[in-house]
């Protein structure tokens, strides 16, 4: 099903990511999503014999995200870019900030009005170029647009989750709660 949209960017701080588990911190909004760009690059391995391909083998290296939004406040940045913002309300950005890891999520109305959900789970942005213009005639906004690289977690291999609302399985609480915290699938209980 094609998507016409697309709404609502969180981003919550990767704090941990082991063996033994992942642990992020609440996830916070950034309004105004107008676009967003997911572009996996996948590593290829292919291995012939007797003059024909005899095995192949693909994953995923990487992932590539571009979204551009309506603006970013200086919190925002000094969060996604580990910077640091002083006391008077001043953000200073030097080659030493420690930019964290962090998860990203949005979801896409699709053409029948149901919604597409994602959760990227592992990523860093990276800073990207800043335009600035003159008025002139007509007014012409300037937005941001922030690029970064998204991977698989150490802890379970994955690099994203997703879901549609009228995927088999579903349930409303699933939608109602995606933004809430980072998806993880609940334990099973009893085991």
Do not use: H
């Amino acid at each position: 099903m094609a998507t016409i949209g697309v709404r609502e960017l969180y981003f919550a701080i990767l704090n941990k990511d082991d063996e033994t588990g992942v642990e992020y911190e609440p996830p916070e909004r950034i309004k105004g999503l107008m676009n967003i760009t997911l572009d996996p690059q996948i590593s290829e391995g292919k291995l012939y014999g007797d003059d024909t391909l005899t095995e192949s083998y693909s994953q995923i290296s990487e992932v590539n995200v571009e979204f551009g939004v309506n603006d970013l406040s200086d919190e925002q940045r000094a969060k996604l870019f580990g910077i640091a913002m002083n006391e008077d309300g001043v953000v200073e950005e030097g080659r030493d900030n420690d930019i964290p890891y962090i998860a990203l999520a949005f979801k896409s109305k699709k053409s029948n009005g149901k919604f597409r959900y994602y959760w990227l789970y592992k990523g860093k942005l990276s800073y990207s170029q800043e335009q600035f213009e003159g008025t002139k005639d007509s007014i012409e906004y300037q937005t941001p647009t922030v690029n970064g690289v998204f991977q698989c977690r150490e802890y379970d291999g994955k690099w994203r989750a997703k879901t549609d609302e009228d995927n088999t399985g579903y349930t409303p609480e699933i939608g109602q709660n995606w933004f809430v915290k980072v998806y993880e699938k609940p334990a099973a209980i009893g085991g």
